[in-house]
Antibody, heavy 114, light 109 residues
Framework: EVQVVQSGGGLVHPGGSLRLSCAAS????????MYWIRQAPGKGLEWVSS??????????YYTDSVRGRFIFSRDNSKNMLFLQMNNLRVEDTSVYYC?????WGQGVLVTVSS | QAVVTQEPSLTVSPGGTVTLTCGSN?????????PYWFQQRPGQAPRTLIH???NKHSWTPARFSGSLLGGKAALTLSGAQPDDEADYYC?????????FGGGTQLTVL
């Protein structure tokens, strides 16, 4: 069964850091482009970052508002993805989802508040 | 950053057909934007219905189809079911950077 299980998330103060994790099963994270997207409370979906495979293997892209603060990484040996979020802002408060064309995680809530 | 536009809301009758569209302020949407369509039911995680304009997953009901139509990406639902009531989002890629549309709230009534 193709599945993505997320962990991490929680409450953090502005300026703080958090790392989200994403464990895939039933497919290999190195075999497809992987994504992080987010959804602020009551709002629509927002693309956060992509991690490419294949000919562009290792290439990452970020939305403007997180570039320089978030780092998308991949551990092929564990079939896992990570999103390191630094210098968090109140406006980063959202449910974060990781996934690919094949499957999406259940989402984790990140709340940035003082 | 590009702006991707969708109809805010649409209503379809059970068994009816509806087309949701996805436009870009940069010009015509093409296959080079690799359009994705997501479905999100209330309180649930989104799931990919269509990727790369028209490619379906094994779980995508046959009544959904993706295409390019009049300079936009389009998602057509033929034979709407009550279970199709959800929010639908398109995603377009601009040289690696992606942008979601604002979403279409689809009501089956």
């Amino acid at each position: 069964e193709v599945q993505v299980v997320q962990s991490g998330g929680g409450l953090v103060h502005p300026g703080g850091s958090l790392r989200l994790s994403c464990a895939a099963s039933g497919f290999t994270v190195s075999g497809d482009v992987m994504y992080w997207i987010r959804q602020a409370p009551g709002k629509g979906l927002e693309w956060v970052s992509s991690f490419y495979s294949g000919a562009l293997d290792g290439t990452t892209y970020y939305t403007d508002s997180v570039r320089g603060r978030f780092i998308f990484s991949r551990d092929n040996s564990k079939n896992m993805l990570f999103l390191q979020m630094n210098n968090l802002r109140v406006e980063d408060t959202s449910v974060y989802y990781c996934g690919s064309r094949a499957a999406w995680g259940q989402g984790v809530l990140v709340t940035v508040s003082s | 950053q590009a702006v991707v536009t969708q109809e805010p809301s649409l209503t379809v009758s059970p068994g009816g057909t509806v087309t949701l569209t996805c436009g870009s302020n940069t010009g015509d949407v093409t296959s080079g934007h690799y359009p994705y369509w997501f479905q999100q039911r209330p309180g649930q995680a989104p799931r990919t219905l269509i990727h790369d304009t028209s490619n379906k997953h094994s779980w995508t009901p046959a009544r959904f189809s993706g295409s390019l139509l009049g300079g936009k990406a389009a998602l057509t639902l033929s034979g709407a079911q009550p279970d199709d009531e959800a929010d639908y989002y398109c995603l377009l890629f601009y040289n690696g950077v992606a942008v979601f549309g604002g979403g279409t709230q689809l009501t089956v009534l």
